[in-house]
């Protein structure tokens, strides 16, 4: 402190940083961090550690593929929606999987699973919900 009793420059952005430090231990702490071990790394809870692996394994491999997708591909080759020649809820339900699951259809693989994707991608959920109820019962 100076002779006024004022802390310095230097004294208030020493406490400024250790104040930034403190709060990035709580946010981590919030977050699912918890302390360190003695190997010096974090440990994250279990949560936290699958969140990340399914992120990662997203990540990887964003193309939407299997047996429901070619299904799609096919129904889609013939018609413009997988509820027919309207969108119905099938088609609502089927790209929220999809962006659920943060899958895209691989355009070289599934044209026509891509294409209407982009389409359906263009409307809002308000209109996605007014759309017909499925045919399947």
């Not at 702490?29 to 010096?40: F, I, T, Y």
Request: proline residues 5%.
């Amino acid at each position: 402190m100076n002779e006024a009793g004022q802390k310095s420059k230097g004294q208030l952005n020493k406490e400024a940083a250790k104040a930034k430090k403190i709060a990035a231990k709580a946010a981590a702490k919030e977050a699912g961090v918890s302390g360190k071990p003695a190997g010096g790394k974090p440990q994250m809870s279990e949560a936290a550690m699958k969140a990340k692996a399914e992120a990662a394994a997203r990540a990887a491999d964003p193309c939407a593929k299997g047996k429901k997708f070619d299904e799609a591909e096919v129904s889609l080759g013939k018609q413009n929606f997988l509820g027919g020649v309207q969108p119905n809820q099938d088609d609502a339900g089927f790209y929220a999987d999809m962006v659920k699951a943060n899958k895209i259809p691989n355009v070289n693989t599934h044209p026509h699973l891509f294409a209407w994707y982009y389409f359906v991608s263009k409307f809002t959920d308000a209109i996605k919900a007014t759309w017909a109820p499925s045919k399947k019962a």
